[in-house]
């Protein structure tokens, strides 16, 4: 059976917006490597409307000169749960509208990798809330951001989460996966 599993970003106060503006100092080749592991695990992705929407106005129009991993964001089969998103200009994408329990479900049932999620911190929630998410790798790095969304804004409900495995990198950052408790 296929895992869905998400992985972020995160500081130490639980921002996980605009990685971008903090993550880089901390990106050596230890965690490149933990990411690169997680791609490779995974031959579909899977994304919230608001995180579609920002990958789709980049990576289309990214070569492999220009970003390693165009070919790989491009290729790769894409499904976006949404029941707002009216356009869908990303090649190899799906949209799930209605029935979201039920249709990754399915997804999770036929044979294949892991589908990954980066991101969609929204999505997350809920796939915790409905028992779909199989594992959380958090890369939390060692900065404070200060303001930013975070992956469990105040009044989230309560999940259990069981640490299946930890590493530390040269970095500071912690690689911590985590599966629900049972």
Do not use: C
């Not at 929407?53 to 894409?78: C, I, R, V």
């Not at 044979?111 to 929630?125: C, E, M, Q």
């Amino acid at each position: 059976m296929r895992k869905i599993v998400a992985a972020f970003f995160v500081s130490l106060d639980g921002v996980v917006e605009a990685p971008q503006d903090w993550h880089f100092p901390y990106f050596n080749e230890e965690l490149g490597e933990a990411v690169g592991s997680q791609a490779a695990g995974a031959d579909t992705m899977l994304l919230g409307r608001r995180t579609y929407e920002e990958f789709a106005a980049y990576w289309p129009h990214q070569t492999t000169a220009e970003d390693p991993l165009a070919d790989q964001m491009n290729n790769t089969p894409k499904i976006v749960v949404s029941s707002t998103l009216d356009k869908l200009d990303w090649q190899n994408t799906t949209v799930i509208r209605d029935n979201v329990v039920e249709e990754l479900t399915k997804l999770k049932q036929q044979p294949g990798k892991n589908i990954s999620i980066s991101g969609s911190a929204t999505l997350v929630r809920s796939l915790l809330r409905d028992n779909l998410l199989d594992e959380l790798l958090l890369l939390v790095h060692p900065i404070v951001v200060g303001r930013g969304k975070r992956l469990f804004p105040d009044g989230t409900d309560q999940q259990p989460l069981k640490l299946v495995d930890s590493k530390t990198f040269s970095t500071g950052v912690l690689s911590l996966t985590y599966e629900p408790a049972a």
